[in-house]
Structure formats: C-alpha cells, structure tokens
C-alpha cells in the first residue's frame, strides 16, 4: 500500500521504516528540509536502537523515499499519516499548529480521496479541527464533494524500544467516525503485517482513542510519582524503598513493571501530556487534582539529587566538580527533553559547580543544547568524567553503568561518594570499595 507520513520525528521516522520494512511504499515529508536531505544520503538523525539499519534497507529497496515537496507527498498516496510534533503550549494545552498546518495543506492539495491518520498525541476533538481545517480547504476550491476521512490512531511505543514495540505493538487504537466500514476495512490492511500473532486491534469511536492516549501516559506518570513519593517517605522514615518496591510488585494488581522510584520522568511526552490532560480538564470544568499531584511531585523529584548533593556539600559549589552519569530522559535513547540530567545540571551551574558528563549517546543532543560552556565537559568515556572530580551523580541507568569498577570510581573521585538517581548500585557492595551510595528513598539521609 502506499502512505504517506507527515513528520520525521522519533513518531514518524519509526513507523516509516516499520511500514515501508513490511512492503508498504512510504514516503516521508518534513518542513525540516536539513533533515530530509540528511535522510536522502542516508543520515539518520536519531538514535533508537535498530532504526538506522532499517531505515538503510528500506531506502536501498525503494520502499522507503524522503521529500521536503509537501504537495508531491499529499499526491504521492491515498493514505496520510500525520506525526508532527504537539509541544506544549504556554498554558500546557497542546500546541496544534503543526497537525493544523498539515491538515490545511491536504485540503489545500488532495485531487482524490484520502485517508487522513492522526498518531500524534493530541486533545479530543482534534479530528474534529483536521476535519474541519480539510473542509474549509476544499470549498474554497470547489472541491467539497471530495471525500475524505479521519481518524485517530495513537502511538503507544516506548522510546529507546520504538522499533521493537512498532513492529510488535501491544494494541492497535483504531479511532473512526463508523465502525466496520471502508476506512476500518483499509487500516486492518495495512495493520495486517503486525497483527498476525493475535488481533490487537481495538476499534472505538475517535473521541475514545484520542483520549486513550493521554489516559496512557498518565497513569503510567502516576505510577512514577506515586512510587517516587512513597521513596521519599522510605528516606524519611528509615526504610527501603527497594525492599517496598519488591514488597508491592508481588501483588499482581501492582506489578513489578514502572514502580522504580528515580529523578523523576522526563522526555517528550509524560510531562507535556499530563499538562495537556490538565489543561483538557479545566477547560472542561474538571478539578484534575489525581494529575496536578503527579505533575507537582515530578517536578519536585527532578531536584532530588540536587537537594542531596547541596545537603552534602553545601549551597555553595563554586570549585566543585560533579562527574554526571547519563543525559537522556531514558536508557537507549538520545533524547535530552525534559530530561532530569538538564534540571541537575542548570542547577549545579547556578551553584557554581562544573559538570562533566558523559552519555553513550546523548552526547551530540546535549552539545546542541548548550553549546560550548566552561563549566560543562563532555567527557569521551564514563571513566574519564570521574577524573578529577569532587563526586559521582548517576542520573540515567544504562546498561554500560550497571557494573562500574567501583575501585576505579573510588580511586578517582575526591570523595568516595555516589549520588544514584536510578539506585543502581547495592550500597553494600559499593561500601567494600569505600564508596558511599545516597539514593533514593534508601534511608539514606545526606
Ligand atoms: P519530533 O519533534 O521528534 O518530530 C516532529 C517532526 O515533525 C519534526 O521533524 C518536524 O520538523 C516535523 N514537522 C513539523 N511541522 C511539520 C509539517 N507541517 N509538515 C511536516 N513535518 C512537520 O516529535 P515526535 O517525538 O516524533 O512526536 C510526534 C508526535 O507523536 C507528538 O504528538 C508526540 O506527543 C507523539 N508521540 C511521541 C512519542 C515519542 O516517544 N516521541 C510516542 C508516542 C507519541
């Protein structure tokens, strides 16, 4: 089948080398045209594991082209995927600018029926404005017979997993205006190649999907800060938050998976989102206190680390040095939005500490952020961010981080002291080299 996709982001990228990898031809459009002659040559702009390689023999096929020619990509397929960013906007409502813009620019442009798929995450009603947005577009061309259908298909990937999870996704949300007619019939189609194990297609109304997706991401918010606010409770109170986290997720209610207590989530879309869910609704006349405690006690958990190294080494940390470990929001991804390594940083700057931070691959996001800075190196290998400094901040858990030479670490540091964002390390194990472990909720109080 042909499809179009509209956005060449972590959403966008993914699912087209999904799509074009099982024999659909895709042809992608970005507004960046930088990006889009990159993808022509084969650069791929992010890092998820496995995309490059896909990306690679699917453009090689053929199946898999990149183009910044908007109109010759609403003419290039019958059915357009939008996958544009959603940031948030000053109010935390999600900015619909770029979903609207490609809505005006299909009607604007389409000479024959399309299928109009939205997967970014966006508010309900959203599919109402797309619709609306191509209406207005055709009658003004004289086209307003033109038929044309929309419907809302959220993602569900994990970053640092896209590809895995968009190859072998958990559900697929199908949002349409009428169940069980021709655009349902379409879709399963082009689903057909993931859904072979099993049906996970769910079928709703478009208002239902829309809202599935913000649900998601919200209760998996809440089961972060819920667990991050138990931890800091575990540290007041003189227990382990590991031992509680064991203790729960032995109740299949609860579950093992997403309690880990950390820095707080970042990244692209639980915090943008639960303020989208907010800001959704007030505007419905709904007092959201469930989503503004997970969304306060977030952003009080992305100082955490912080308070424990202030705590341990006073307010003022001019001629200190902090070794950081890991800048991306999340393993396997080199994704810095939101991330709680930024937060920790921005602070100990404006505490007169120098960073020196290394990532396995947020390296180049991180310089794209901020720079060149006296008082931020980017070390070449975890090791070397140790050398010369006053203690260790370990923010994101990477698998290359799990089992560090501890006696290294300890030889290196100028006091024999970890800050583990993720409680990695056992801090007994850690004690035998003369290490000290503050983590979180751990009892350990700096
Ligand atoms: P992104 O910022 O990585 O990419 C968005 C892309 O859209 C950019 O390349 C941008 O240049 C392009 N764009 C903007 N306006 C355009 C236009 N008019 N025409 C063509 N391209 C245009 O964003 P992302 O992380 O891929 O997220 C996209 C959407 O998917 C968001 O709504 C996000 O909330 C949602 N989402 C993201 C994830 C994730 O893990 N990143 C997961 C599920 C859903």
């Known amino acids: 089948m042909q499809i179009a996709i509209f956005g060449t982001g972590y959403v966008g990228l993914v699912l087209a080398a999904a799509m074009s990898d099982v024999g659909h ?36 096929a053929g199946r898999l082209t990149f183009t910044a020619d908007q109109a010759l990509g609403v003419a290039s397929a019958a059915i357009i ?11 935390g409502s999600a900015d619909l600018r ?53 419907v809302s298909n959220p993602e569900f990937f994990k970053e640092g997993a ?14 349409v205006e009428t169940a069980g007619g021709r655009t349902e019939q379409v879709l399963r189609e082009l689903y057909a190649p993931f859904n072979r194990n099993h049906d996970k297609i769910l079928v709703m109304d478009v208002r239902s999907a829309e809202l599935s997706k913000y649900a998601a991401n919200c209760m998996l918010a809440a089961k972060i800060s819920f667990m991050n606010e138990m931890a800091d409770l ?57 989503m503004e405690a997970v969304d306060a006690r977030n952003n009080r958990q992305k100082t955490l680390l912080f308070d424990k190294i202030r705590a341990r080494f006073g307010s003022d940390l001019g001629g200190r040095t902090f070794a950081l470990w890991g800048l991306s929001f999340k393993p396997n991804t080199d994704d810095i939005r939101e991330a709680p390594s930024r937060t920790l940083m921005e602070a100990l700057w404006a505490a007169g500490a120098r ?51 501890m006696a290294e ?38």
């Open 162 to 175: 896209a590809v895995a999870d968009c190859m072998r996704p958990d559900r697929i949300i199908l949002g």
């Open 355 to 405: 960073v020196q931070a290394y990532d396995p691959k947020a390296m180049d996001a991180c310089r794209q952020v901020y720079g060149d800075r006296s008082d931020l190196v980017l070390a070449p290998t975890q090791e070397a961010a140790l050398d010369g400094a006053d203690a260790l901040a370990l923010v994101t858990e990477w698998k290359s981080f799990r089992s560090p030479d």
């Open 25 to 60: 031809d895709v042809t992608c459009v970005d507004v960046d045209a930088g990006k889009i002659a990159g993808l022509q040559k084969g650069r791929v702009p992010i890092y998820e594991p496995g995309l490059e390689a896909l990306v690679r023999d699917n453009q090689a």
């Open 81 to 91: 995927f939008i996958a544009v960013g959603t940031p948030p906007d000053e109010d």
């Open 234 to 290: 575990a540290d007041k109170i003189g227990a382990d938050i590991e031992k509680v986290r064991l203790g729960i997720g032995s109740d299949p209610r609860i579950g093992y998976h997403f309690i880990y207590p950390g820095v707080g989530y970042g990244g692209s879309c639980f915090p943008k989102d639960v303020r989208a869910l907010i800001s959704t609704a007030r505007e419905h006349g709904i007092d959201p206190v469930v």
């Open 409 to 446: 670490i300890a030889r290196k540091l100028k006091h024999p002291v970890i800050f583990d964002g993720r409680n990695l390390f056992d801090p007994a194990v850690a004690a035998g080299y003369g290490l000290e472990i503050i983590g979180i909720g751990r009892a350990s109080r700096p």
């Open 98 to 150: 770029h979903v609207l813009e490609v809505a005006d620019l299909v009607g604007s442009a389409m000479q024959e029926p399309k299928i109009i798929i939205n997967k970014s995450t966006v508010p309900v009603g959203t599919a109402d404005q797309v619709r609306a947005a191509v209406k207005a577009r055709l009658v003004q061309r004289g086209l307003a017979d033109l038929g044309f259908d929309v």
